[in-house]
Structures are given as C-alpha cells and as structure tokens.
C-alpha cells in the first residue's frame, strides 16, 4: 500500500514537472501590422511595423529581431539591423513589442510583392537557432511608359510635330524630348524640347524644325516620377512621307499667294496697255486740231 502511494505520489511529482516544462516554453509570434505608403513606390521610402506577441512571458527573458531587406529594399541608415526588447520589468504588462523599420526602395525593385525575411528569437541575444519568417512588402512600379507618332510634317516650313502619349497608370513631370544626331532626321535648330507635365493617359505635341527621311526616328525621352526620380527611355517612331505629300490644304496657302500674284501682273499689264492707247488717243486728237 506504500508503495502504491509513493508511486502515485511520484506520478504526480512528474506530472507537475512536465506541465511546468511544458508552461515554460517561450512562444513569439510575428507579423507585419503596418505599411505606409501602400504601395510603396520605387526610389522611395516606405515605413513598416512589425509586432511581436508573447513578449509578456516571463519565460521569455525579453526577445531580439532582426530584418533582412533583401534585394529590393535599402534599410535606412538610422535603423539598427538587429533589435532586442531585454527581460524583466521592462516586459511586464506588455504583450506585444512594436517594431518600426524605414525602408528604401530601390528603383530598380520589380512591381508587385517585394519579399523582406525577419528572424527572431527568445532572450535579449538573436540566438545561433532563430526562427525565420518572410513577409511581403507591396510596390508600385513608377516607371512611365509612352507611345509617340509622327503627327504631321510640312515640307515648306520644314516642320515636324511628335505627337507623345503617356500610356502607364503614373503621371509625369518636366518631360523632355531629345532627338540625337542620327541618319534618317536632320534636325536644324535645338534638339531638345521641353514638354512639361504629362499626365496618365494623357498626351501632348512637340515640334522641331527638321528634315526627315523615310524609315525609323529615334527619340530620347526624360521624366521625373511620382517619386521625384529622374529617368531616361528611348523611343522610336517611324516617317513615311508619302503620307505627308499632295494633301488637301497643305499647299493651299502657297497657290493663293502664287494666283494673286499672276492677277496682279494681268492687272498691271492691262492698266499699261490702257495707258498706251489713252496716250496714243490724246496724240491723235491733238495733232487733228493743230491741223
């Protein structure tokens, strides 16, 4: 009978043991609460949140974070990598350990969900073994991207009008157009013209005195995004000038002045015959009294 109460006894001394074991696990859990500006636009910053949960337990002795940025993002220079929240009195009363970080997007960042990996770890030290858990970061991708024609082109004035599209879902700032020295255009004059803004989906003219050929014009188009990056794209468009030769109107203006001028030589002419026959008459007449 006493051994059977010893070994109960004993059963329930290791009961204890185990749930004491078992309430002594240390148990964090992380995740990502916050992103602003949603989405993050790249070359610029995007601030984000992190909290983790459990911190309270005692079991715990504090916890330590660190982030890993990964490719598409920058961390700021007065962020420290790794955070740690020490044990003690400064968890009491606290279950959760709110994180902040500043990120950089770099410009090169694809569109879309950027991954960031967070390892962590029970105690106020990462330890050799922390656990790693990835979040996504949300982009924008700000590069623009356009359409442009040739628009119209008079070979009397010799000028050529580009007619430019923005066709992405970003608005644009100080967009310039840079024609450089190529076979198929001779531009005369500046090769650089100054748009302005440019909206999304919207689209603007630019003229340059100009002779083109017939074939492919490459055009240099500069731009300031959404986030005040500067950034630089080629385009190229093609002229065909039968589409611009014998039009209705186009040398309309030159044959009215050319008609004017033929009726003004037809007056004049006329004017000095009727002169001619006036004076001859007064000659006539004259000589007829005298007789």
């Not at 005195?209 to 190229?236: C, L, N, W």
């Amino acid at each position: 009978m006493k051994k059977r109460g010893k070994l109960i006894l004993s059963s329930l001394f290791f009961a204890i043991f185990l749930i004491s074991l078992v309430s002594a696990v240390c148990t964090l859990e992380v995740s990502l609460v916050n992103q602003d500006p949603y989405p993050a636009v790249q070359g610029d910053t995007v601030r984000i949140l992190f909290q983790v949960s459990g911190v309270q337990d005692s079991s715990c002795n504090g916890a330590s974070f660190q982030l890993d940025p990964g490719y598409s993002f920058t961390l700021n220079s007065q962020d420290m990598k790794v955070r740690s929240l020490s044990g003690g009195t400064f968890t009491q009363g606290k279950s959760e350990w709110n994180i902040p970080y500043t990120l950089q997007v770099n410009r090169d960042a694809f569109d879309g969900d950027a991954e960031v990996t967070v390892l962590y770890s029970a105690g106020s030290t990462l330890s050799v073994s922390p656990i790693s858990k990835n979040f996504d970061i949300r982009i924008q991708d700000s590069h623009a991207d356009f359409e442009i024609d040739v628009k119209d082109y008079n070979p009397l004035t010799k000028i050529i009008t580009f007619e430019i599209s923005n066709i992405a879902n970003i608005d644009t700032t100080l967009l310039k157009l840079n024609i450089p020295e190529q076979e198929n255009i001779e531009i005369k004059g500046s090769n650089v013209n100054i748009v302005g803004d440019l909206d999304s989906q919207e689209y603007t003219t630019a003229d340059f005195e100009a002779t083109p050929k017939d074939g492919e014009i490459f055009i240099i188009i500069s731009y300031t995004d959404q986030a005040g990056v500067r950034r630089t794209i080629q385009k190229s468009t093609t002229y065909d000038s039968k589409y611009f030769e014998g039009r209705a109107g186009e040398n309309g203006g030159s044959s009215t002045v050319t008609w004017v001028i033929i009726l003004v030589i037809i007056g004049l002419i006329a004017f000095w015959f009727y002169r001619r026959h006036q004076k001859k008459k007064l000659i006539a007449e004259r000589r007829k009294h005298l007789k």
